[in-house]
């Protein structure tokens, strides 16, 4: 680490997210420095404040023409693909909260723009280092499932439970509009932590939309910019090789998704692994075996801590838990392991993961090619459901090329 020069950091983005990364990667030893920008220029000016960063921007334009080696970028869903394909096009490396993008065509240009440019672009997908998603991939490396014919993921977080004041914060006035995102257009935390741990990627898709009925303004086809108004989805995937995948993305749903809103389960022809709210189970012909306490994550700060201030209580949660016995928590820089970790202590992951790849110039474990597999099975499942869950085929960009 010693050898390697340290890189300079612009955050795009300084709401309700981007605050517990910008602590983190100006904590990094291989960042230099981290600046910010937003559209609205106090938020980035409290941000800048608040953890002691190296300054703003006026705007996305002025960070871009600056020497600023990389950006990470923390605004609206469907923007991100529009801002990583200028990032890159300015020589920036890309760290893109999710999704990747909410298009087939977004996606194609994100990955020919990074294979033109050999810049570094990492999706930050938090599935990816869960717990769950830890426990499986070792016992996939390890053998243990045998060949795995069957996974489910969930993303199940009620719209009550702290979207509606996260909508308003992002939103604005308007924010019913976007508040009506389409469940499958944001699919990542289902699909990345079964292909996550088991690997491959989908062919096709069969997907059903449950169209919503409260009748609030939100996921109303009349009011959406997205012209949505399911609030449920679930998705039936072929996979690569054989075998099946299945995932749930709900809105509107009776469940405590502050305990747990991802979840997963692997079915091998030798073993399986199976997680509810609160347990989990490995199960093999012999028997089963409780391992719950292995993916159970420790709180590394308050509820109440200052820095939350800003988020709505039933969010909370997510922003505070830390690493579980099935994390490596060894490979992590000393000045990452003091800080507040979130989302099942993937945050110190996705920080050092993105650094390293920057840094020695090697791919990211969620790189373009992977986080196209994350991403585009939900946009054609998206597609399915408008038409009524007709099969439809799900392209694929490759493997990464290794670098």
């Given at each position: 680490?010693?050898?390697?020069?340290?890189f300079?950091?612009?955050?795009?983005?300084?709401?309700q997210?981007?605050?517990?990364?910008?602590?983190?990667?100006?904590?990094?030893?291989?960042?230099?420095?981290?600046?910010?920008?937003?559209?609205?220029?106090?938020?980035?000016?409290?941000?800048?404040?608040?953890?002691?960063?190296?300054?703003t921007?006026?705007s996305?334009?002025?960070?871009?023409?600056?020497?600023?080696?990389?950006?990470?970028?923390?605004t609206?869903?469907?923007?991100?693909?529009?801002?990583?394909?200028?990032?890159?096009d300015?020589?920036?490396?890309?760290?893109?909260?999710?999704?990747?993008?909410?298009?087939?065509?977004?996606?194609?240009?994100?990955?020919?723009?990074?294979?033109?440019?050999?810049?570094?672009?990492m999706?930050?997908?938090?599935?990816?280092?869960?717990?769950?998603?830890?426990?499986a991939?070792?016992?996939?490396?390890?053998?243990?499932?045998?060949?795995?014919?069957?996974?489910?993921?969930?993303?199940?977080?009620?719209?009550?439970?702290?979207?509606?004041?996260?909508?308003?914060?992002?939103?604005?006035?308007?924010?019913?509009?976007t508040?009506s995102?389409?469940?499958?257009?944001?699919?990542?935390?289902?699909?990345?932590?079964?292909?996550?741990?088991?690997?491959?990627?989908?062919?096709?898709?069969?997907?059903?939309?449950?169209?919503?009925?409260?009748?609030?303004?939100?996921?109303?086809?009349?009011?959406?910019?997205?012209?949505?108004?399911?609030?449920?989805?679930?998705?039936?995937?072929?996979?690569?090789g054989?075998?099946?995948?299945?995932?749930?993305?709900f809105?509107?749903?009776?469940?405590?998704?502050?305990?747990?809103?991802?979840?997963?389960?692997?079915?091998?022809?030798?073993?399986?692994?199976?997680?509810?709210?609160?347990?989990?189970v490995?199960?093999?012909?012999?028997?089963?075996?409780?391992?719950?306490?292995?993916?159970?994550?420790?709180p590394?700060?308050?509820?109440?801590?200052?820095?939350?201030?800003?988020?709505d209580?039933?969010?909370?949660d997510?922003?505070?838990?830390?690493?579980?016995?099935?994390?490596?928590?060894?490979?992590?820089?000393?000045?990452l392991?003091?800080?507040?970790?979130?989302h099942e202590g993937?945050?110190?992951?996705?920080?050092?993961?993105?650094?390293?790849?920057?840094?020695?110039g090697?791919?990211?474990?969620?790189?373009?090619w992977?986080a196209?597999?994350?991403?585009?099975?939900?946009?054609?499942?998206?597609?399915?459901?408008?038409?009524?869950?007709?099969?439809?085929?799900?392209?694929?960009f490759?493997?990464?090329?290794?670098?």
């Open positions: 680490m010693n050898n390697v020069s340290p300079s950091l612009g955050i795009v983005g300084a709401g997210f981007s605050g517990q990364f910008a602590k983190l990667f100006k904590a990094h030893p291989l960042v230099s420095t981290v600046q910010v920008t937003d559209l609205l220029p106090e938020r980035a000016a409290d941000l800048n404040a608040q953890y002691d960063l190296d300054g921007f006026d996305f334009d002025d960070l871009l023409a600056s020497d600023v080696d990389a950006v990470a970028i923390f609206q869903r469907w923007t991100h693909a529009p801002l990583v394909l200028k990032a890159l300015a020589g920036k490396h890309v760290y893109s909260a999710v999704p990747m993008a909410i298009s087939v065509e977004e996606i194609e240009q994100i990955i020919a723009k990074v294979t033109e440019t050999g810049l570094i672009y999706m930050g997908e938090t599935s990816y280092y869960n717990p769950a998603t830890v426990f991939r070792n016992k996939v490396a390890d053998g243990a499932f045998g060949r795995i014919f069957y996974a489910e993921g969930d993303y199940v977080h009620d719209m009550d439970l702290g979207f509606y004041a996260a909508y308003q914060y992002s939103g604005g006035e308007d924010w019913k509009r508040a995102y389409p469940p499958m257009l944001y699919p990542t935390h289902s699909v990345g932590g079964v292909l996550g741990a088991i690997g491959g990627h989908a062919v096709s898709v069969s997907c059903i939309g449950v169209r919503d009925d409260r009748g609030d303004g939100v996921f109303d086809r009349e009011v959406s910019m997205f012209d949505n108004d399911f609030s449920n989805a679930s998705a039936l995937f072929e996979l690569a054989g075998g099946s995948m299945r995932i749930n993305e809105r509107r749903v009776g469940y405590p998704s502050h305990i747990r809103e991802s979840r997963f389960r692997y079915f091998g022809t030798e073993a399986s692994f199976e997680e509810t709210v609160d347990y989990a490995w199960q093999d012909k012999d028997g089963a075996t409780n391992i719950s306490e292995q993916v159970e994550t420790v590394t700060m308050s509820l109440d801590d200052p820095s939350l201030a800003g988020i209580p039933a969010l909370r997510a922003f505070v838990s830390g690493l579980a016995p099935v994390h490596d928590a060894s490979r992590l820089p000393a000045e392991l003091a800080l507040p970790s979130g993937s945050h110190h992951f996705l920080v050092d993961d993105f650094v390293t790849a920057v840094a020695h090697t791919l990211p474990p969620v790189n373009a992977e196209a597999r994350y991403t585009l099975p939900g946009i054609v499942a998206h597609q399915s459901a408008l038409q009524g869950g007709v099969r439809l085929p799900v392209p694929d490759g493997d990464a090329p290794q670098k």
